[in-house]
């Protein structure tokens, strides 16, 4: 199976600020990763697909870059809606697998 | 448009066969491309994915859990369900099911682009 590793584990990071969360591979998955952000007692929602592509309707402070091992979600400016956990995916081969999470907290 | 909707029961016994069901509308796994996957969190835990199935009926699990989870699908209902045999309190969980599409110009299976709102099952005796 296909390890995915994420860092950091927790974040804590003001409105307006620039945030990085990181996902690695154990293989190679070319581009085949997607990232979905997870707010307390709701189900996933879809943010960046094929490591880079927004999603429609996903505000544009999202972005996604990366491909092979290394991967990346940037928020360009943190806003107060975007506190929540985030989980990258990989779909480069079955078994499917997540990434452990990245919360983001207010500091 | 496209919904998804979890239902099964809320409290299983150890030991016990679990059946979830997903009921979705805005799409038909008759048509070529559309797949159903089945996620599962533990409480305050990462995403777990548990199985898939596509238009041609392949089904794919996950290594951990394939000896006892089954997932099949009932075109005529638009429902997918997923057995869960001998269960344990470590599997209490929000189970999830989610769309994704396959695509044919070599490009594979796309990322869950739309979920259901997830059921919550606890084991317990």
């Known amino acids: 199976d296909i390890q995915m590793t994420q860092s950091p584990s927790t974040l804590s990071a003001s409105v307006g600020d620039r945030v990085t969360i990181t996902c690695r591979a154990s293989?190679?998955?070319?581009?085949?990763l997607a990232w979905y952000q997870q707010k307390p007692g709701k189900a996933p929602k879809l943010l960046i697909y094929?490591?880079?592509s927004l999603e429609s309707g996903v505000p544009s402070r999202f972005s996604g870059s990366g491909s092979g091992t290394e991967f990346t979600l940037t928020i360009s400016s943190l806003q107060p809606d975007d506190f929540a956990t985030y989980y990258c995916q990989q779909y480069n081969s079955s078994p499917w697998t997540f990434g452990q999470g990245t919360k983001v907290e207010i500091k | 448009q496209v919904t998804l909707r979890e239902s099964g029961p809320a409290l299983v016994k150890p030991t016990q066969t679990l059946t979830l069901t997903c009921t979705f509308s805005?799409?038909?796994?008759?048509?070529?491309?559309?797949?159903v996957s089945w996620i599962r969190q533990p409480p305050g835990k990462a995403l777990e994915w548990l199985a898939l199935?596509?238009?041609?009926?392949?089904?794919y699990y996950s290594t951990s859990l394939k000896t006892r989870l089954t997932i099949s699908k009932d075109t005529s209902k638009n429902q997918v369900v997923l057995t869960l045999t001998n269960m344990d309190p470590v599997d209490t969980a929000t189970y999830y099911c989610?769309?994704?599409?396959?695509?044919?110009?070599?490009?594979?299976?796309?990322?869950?682009?739309?979920w259901g709102q997830g059921t919550l099952v606890t084991v317990s005796s």
């Open positions: 094929k490591a880079s």
């Open positions: 805005g799409f038909s796994l008759i048509t070529s491309g559309m797949c």
């Open positions: 199935i596509d238009w041609a009926d392949d089904k």
């Open positions: 293989q190679r998955i070319s581009s085949w």
């Open positions: 989610a769309r994704l599409t396959y695509y044919f110009d070599s490009s594979g299976y796309s990322a869950l682009d739309y």
